[in-house]
């Protein structure tokens, strides 16, 4: 069983920047397997934003490339989300994802 608890999301200004934490617990380390960023907008589908795979290689969105950075601290069992240059269509729920194990998720709004 995998437990993963999201934290680091708000409300923030177009331009500004958030860090998004995802922490890993249970039967599983989140330095062995690949984690995921995934997001969702209201009204549409959940989409994937980054992810971070053993070997530390890293993959992103075309709309957040650039802008976001996924890291990760193995001996936290923690993965991070760093935002910048945010933007309102950035606005979503962010949820955390690895083998099959969802997080609660976070909301991020970012508007004026």
């Known amino acids: 069983q995998v437990q993963l608890v999201e934290s680091g999301g708000g409300l923030v200004q177009p331009g500004g920047s958030l860090r998004l934490s995802c922490a890993a617990s249970?039967?599983?380390?989140?330095?062995?397997?690949?984690m995921s960023w995934y997001r969702q907008a209201p009204g549409k589908q959940r989409e994937l934003v980054a992810t971070?795979?053993?070997?530390?290689?890293?993959n992103y969105a075309d709309s957040v490339k650039g802008r976001f950075t996924i890291s990760r601290d193995n001996v936290k069992n923690t993965v991070y989300l760093q935002m910048n240059s945010l933007k309102p269509e950035d606005t979503a729920v962010y949820y955390c994802?690895?083998?099959?194990?969802w997080g609660q998720g976070t909301q991020v709004t970012v508007s004026s």
């Open positions: 994802f690895t083998r099959g194990f």
């Open positions: 249970g039967t599983i380390s989140s330095s062995i397997y690949s």
């Open positions: 971070i795979t053993a070997g530390d290689n890293t």
